[in-house]
Nanobody, 114 residues
Framework: VQLQASGGGLVQAGGSLTLSCAAS????????MGWSRQAPGKQRDLVAV???????NYTDSVKGRFTISRNNAKNAVYLQMNSLKPEDTAVYYC?????????WGQGTQVTVSS
């Protein structure tokens, strides 16, 4: 499975960004796609996930600000990030889970200035 993410960048606090990720390769119809992030000196943490059936889960710190969505026909997942805060600064990784395996994309940098 290969994951190609895009959409990161530099934004001021309170601004918005949308991340996109497309999966390719040996994919399964039942899967979970999502986003994780890793700030400098910290562990990689889950941000949001969405099953192929449409169920979602968010980490508490982004609830009400971030929205995850999918286009199953395109094997794509998106993360709409609103009301960004400096503490959202991190490398964001697209994530794909299926058949007992997890895959990570190459990461895209999101920097929120205060």
């Amino acid at each position: 499975v290969q994951l190609q993410a895009s959409g990161g960048g530099l934004v001021q606090a309170g601004g918005s960004l949308t991340l996109s990720c497309a999966a390719s390769g040996r994919l399964f119809s039942m899967n979970v796609m999502g986003w994780s992030r890793q700030a400098p000196g910290k562990q990689r943490d889950l941000v949001a996930v969405m099953t192929s059936g449409g169920a979602t889960n968010y980490t508490d710190s982004v609830k009400g600000r971030f929205t995850i969505s999918r286009n199953n026909a395109k094997n794509a997942v998106y993360l709409q990030m609103n009301s960004l805060k400096p503490e959202d600064t991190a490398v964001y990784y697209c994530t794909y889970y299926s058949a007992g395996s997890i895959y990570w994309g190459q990461g895209t940098q999101v920097t929120v200035s205060s």
